[in-house]
């Protein structure tokens, strides 16, 4: 998909610290508890658990030596986007936002936003290209659309990981765009954290994925 020079470059810290901070601190934790007593906002996946590892049907296809260099075999990856599910939103949900950020690398793998409040759920592959579910920022490879997982091999922390944060908001996310310059993820960043300190941001709960190319 990319040079080697290329990925490396595409795995440089795309935010500030301090904004990555800000945003991890309004949104970075689910509240996880027994739903049998309560009614707060929380998301799942059929595809994974959280704290599990990702499954190669997630993971990404960069082509090293003529296998997969995002896995450890060698194996292909699907590169499709999990199945990700909510319920419980607060009430005055008038949109959602999900997106997938690798906080080891700071690297942002998708974004979907302006999702109707009446969905509950995004099926596997959602993040293709031209998807109907929502509107898509460009993410960290620089495509409009979910892009896997692909941690470099050798290089420490190894096992890196993936949360998946859907926001519930009581407005659309009007994201500044042109023809020249689409939205990309610190965009959706940046639009995220400003509704957030309007107080537009309802809820918002994540779930965790791991991975590593590495052998261990």
Same mark, same amino acid.
């Not at 309004?26 to 049998?36: C, P």
């Not at 190669?56 to 090293?64: A, C, H, L, P």
């Given at each position: ?10 795995? /440089? ?26 009614? @707060? ?67 942002? @793998?998708?974004?979907?936003?302006? $999702? ?9 592959? #959602? ?64 639009? /995220? ?6 107080? @537009?941001? /309802? #809820?918002?709960?994540? $779930?965790?994925? /791991? ?6």
């Amino acid at each position: 998909m990319t040079s080697k020079k290329n990925r490396t470059t595409a795995y /440089l810290p795309r935010l500030s610290l301090g904004v990555i901070g800000l945003v991890i601190a309004l949104f970075g934790a689910a509240t996880f508890s027994d739903e049998r007593f309560d009614d @707060h906002f929380r998301v799942s996946s059929t595809t994974f658990t959280n704290n599990g590892v990702l499954p190669i049907g997630t993971i990404s296809n960069i082509v090293v030596g003529n296998v997969n260099g995002c896995s450890i075999d060698g194996s292909p990856g699907g590169n499709q986007s999990p199945e990700v599910s909510w319920k419980h939103a607060p009430w005055g949900t008038r949109s959602f936002a999900v997106a997938m950020f690798d906080v080891t690398a700071s690297f942002t @793998h998708w974004g979907i936003y302006n $999702i109707p409040a009446s969905t509950t759920s995004l099926p596997t592959n #959602a993040g293709v290209a031209s998807s109907t579910f929502g509107a898509q920022v460009y993410n960290d490879f620089y495509l409009a659309q979910y892009s896997g997982p692909c941690p470099p091999v050798g290089v420490a922390p190894y096992t890196h990981r993936y949360v998946v944060t859907v926001y519930a908001l009581d407005e659309d996310l009007d994201l500044p765009q042109s023809a020249n310059f689409p939205p990309y993820a610190e965009t959706l960043w940046y639009a /995220l954290v400003r509704a957030a300190q309007e107080g @537009h941001v /309802l #809820a918002s709960a994540s $779930i965790t994925g /791991l991975y590593s190319a590495t052998p261990q």
